[in-house]
């Protein structure tokens, strides 16, 4: 699967490498290292299979260093990451921009990202943050998805089941919702 034009491919039964679309290896991977896809010009980095992760550019250059638990692709200029069972979001110099201060999140889409406060999936603790970390919709959802067509799939019923139920806009205003029996 290519994204931004490589291919991350398995070389000699173990080792990685990535590859443009004219088949030419553009770089190997070192021993022990496993790589994602490339968004907006970056990719993660695992150092070994219960390794950190970190980031590299198009060359296979570290850009930040390996020190997270979990790192998800960038989107909007931010990655969500993970240390120490808290998820913040990093810039692409890998400077933290919203502090690791949620359980979980979602990268953001729409200007907008999804993340709880909640460490229980069964607690009502998700919301939407912008990309200067504000708070947009408050953080008291069953479970909130990634934006998508303008619209936030949310989960506002008491089932605790994690299954959207309704849309949001942006602005937290319903307008959507599943008729209840």
Do not use: C
Not at 53 to 81: H, K, N, Q, W
Not at 119 to 140: A, N
């Amino acid at each position: 699967h290519f994204s931004e034009g490589l291919a991350l491919i398995g070389k000699d039964g173990v080792k990685m490498a990535y590859i443009d679309k004219s088949m030419r290896v553009v770089f190997n991977m070192k021993d022990g290292e496993y790589g994602g896809e490339f968004h907006e010009g970056r990719a993660t980095i695992r150092l070994g299979v219960r390794g950190k992760f970190g980031y590299m550019d198009r060359t296979g250059r570290t850009v930040i260093p390996a020190v997270y638990d979990d790192a998800r692709d960038f989107s909007e200029g931010l990655a969500l990451v993970s240390r120490d069972g808290r998820y913040g979001f990093i810039d692409k110099t890998g400077k933290v921009v919203i502090p690791l201060q949620y359980f979980y999140g979602s990268s953001f889409s729409e200007g907008l990202a999804a993340v709880t406060t909640s460490s229980d999936w069964q607690v009502p603790g998700w919301g939407y943050i912008d990309r200067e970390g504000r708070v947009r919709v408050p953080l008291k959802l069953d479970y909130a998805a990634p934006f998508s067509g303008g619209l936030g799939a949310i989960d506002r019923l008491t089932d605790r089941q994690n299954i959207p139920d309704a849309y949001i806009d942006p602005q937290g205003r319903l307008v959507w919702e599943k008729p209840r029996r």
